[in-house]
Nanobody
């Protein structure tokens, strides 16, 4: 059983930065598709950022609201994923969930497709 464990959440002021981390508990687990969802109170879950590693090239996907101020990356062992977010606003306040799967292509490494594993979440709160 693969368990994803997130860390790095917390409370920051508007304009601040955070780096979220996610590690798969099984060291032998590797994934070519990892990413982050988030869910704010009263809202539906939305995909934030995803990374697909295939044929030596990483393909990324970002939701429009974080483009240009967020960077997703994957650890060398392909069982870790990071999300660095800058210039945070109150709109970024949410529970952030790590997700992972084995994807057939980069096109299916994004929201709208089924992921095999999810973490328990880490809370990000942005306040002025």
């Amino acid at each position: 059983q693969v368990r994803l464990v997130e860390s790095g959440g917390g409370s920051v002021e508007t304009g601040g930065s955070l780096r979220l981390s996610c590690t798969a508990s099984a060291t032998t687990y590797t994934s070519n598709c990892m990413g982050w969802f988030r869910q704010a109170a009263g809202n539906k879950r939305e995909g934030v950022a995803f990374i697909y590693s295939g044929a030596g090239v990483d393909t990324t996907w970002y939701v429009d609201s974080v483009k240009g101020r967020s960077t997703i990356s994957q650890g060398h062992a392909k069982n870790m994923v990071y999300l660095a977010m800058n210039n945070l606003t109150s709109e970024d306040t949410a529970m952030y969930y790590c997700a992972a799967k084995i994807s057939q292509s980069g096109d299916s490494c994004r929201p709208g497709y089924t992921f095999q594993h999810y973490g328990q979440g880490t809370q990000v709160t942005v306040s002025s």
